[in-house]
């Protein structure tokens, strides 16, 4: 199968622009979760999604939003951008998501910079 | 809430040495436990994790992790360390709710010639 993948891979913005970031889970897998990796704070949850419905929210300000299709594909957006929202934005599926020994399969991130 | 923490930023062993990287978990629930590895430039790719099925895990690339309750410890080994080994490793626990993972700071390995 194939893995988890996320489009850009890279991305360039300015402060105060947004930004919608995408990706497509394993085949079959119906979670989506969303993660931020930065230096400073590590690897911090933002959100999860499954069929459609958003099932939980990290501790991220309303500018973080995203959403899921009907074919698990998801996406997340980023709006009036700032400096801190640097960073690699890592995309998770999993079967179900909620079963507490189901495995996270992680993509290769995107690497957002703002400046 | 369900949390990791992971000793030591940065380890340092030679090529062949034994690799022992620390993972400390706080829970509330009986913890189901991951360790991840991350290349750079690449997203975390599963080491093995603990589902309470077994203490002793074994996970791939020649990985293991004995789940250690009195000690709340799930730390990882590898009896030889090879040179593509070098590599961010995470511990994360998952939450209660069972949607997400937290996740430890972070260990650097570095394995030298």
């Known amino acids: 199968k194939a893995g988890v993948t996320q489009t850009p891979r890279y991305l360039i913005k300015t402060r105060g622009q947004q930004v919608t970031l995408s990706c497509s889970p394993i085949?079959?897998?119906?979670?989506v979760s969303w993660y931020q990796q930065t230096p400073g704070q590590g690897l911090q949850f933002l959100f999860e999604y499954f069929s459609e419905t958003q099932r939980n929210k990290g501790n991220f300000p309303g500018r973080f939003s995203g959403r899921q299709f009907s074919n698990s594909r998801s996406e997340m957006n980023v709006s009036t951008l700032e400096l801190g929202d640097s960073a690699l934005y890592l995309c998770a599926s999993s079967p179900e998501g909620r079963v507490r020994t189901d495995t996270q399969y992680f993509g290769p991130g995107t690497r957002l910079t703002v400046l | 809430a369900q949390s990791v923490t992971q000793l030591g930023s940065h380890v340092s062993v030679s090529e062949g040495a034994l690799v022992l990287l620390r993972c400390n978990y706080s829970s509330s629930v009986p913890p189901y436990l991951f360790w991840y590895v991350q290349y750079p430039n690449q997203g975390l790719q599963l080491l093995l994790k603990y589902t309470s099925a077994a203490t002793l895990v074994k996970g791939i690339n020649g990985f293991e992790a004995e789940f250690k309750k009195s000690e709340t410890s799930f730390h990882l080994t590898k009896p030889s360390a090879h040179m593509s080994d070098a590599a961010e490793y995470f511990c994360a626990v998952r939450t209660e709710s069972g949607y997400a993972l937290n996740f430890g700071k972070g260990t650097s390995l570095l394995v030298t010639p």
């Open positions: 085949s079959g897998h119906r979670s």
